[in-house]
Nanobody, 122 residues
């Protein structure tokens, strides 16, 4: 069974930075696209950024120029570097893998982590 575990959230002042990590564990052979989503209280979950296995990226307009997604395929880890944080970035950030192939050849789809809280406040 594969799992995604996020880390790196916390409390930061406006204008500050945080780096989130999401590590996949289990008998993993490969991971397709990965993404970061966020959900603020009372709001729908929304895509923040996504990255394919080859490194192509996609960002929500409201984070372009401030956030950077990257991945280390050897470590089965995806990162989200968040700069110039704003109070409206406050949310629970979750990572997602759309398809994971295990060493045994099994496929797991739409795998989610538990999330990490990011709070931007002075």
């Amino acid at each position: 069974q594969v799992q995604l575990v996020e880390s790196g959230g916390g409390l930061v002042q406006p204008g500050g930075s945080l780096r989130l990590s999401c590590a996949a564990s289990g008998s993993i052979f490969s991971i397709n696209a990965m993404g970061w989503y966020r959900q603020a209280p009372g709001k729908e979950r929304e895509l923040v950024a996504a990255i394919t296995s080859s490194g192509s990226t996609n960002y929500a307009d409201y984070v372009k120029g401030r956030f950077t997604i990257s991945r280390d395929n050897a470590k089965n880890t995806v990162y989200l570097q968040m700069n110039s944080l704003k109070p409206e970035d406050t949310a629970v950030y979750c990572c997602n893998a759309d398809r994971i192939r295990t060493i045994a050849g099994l496929l797991e789809y739409d795998v989610w982590g538990q999330g990490t809280q990011v709070t931007v406040s002075s």
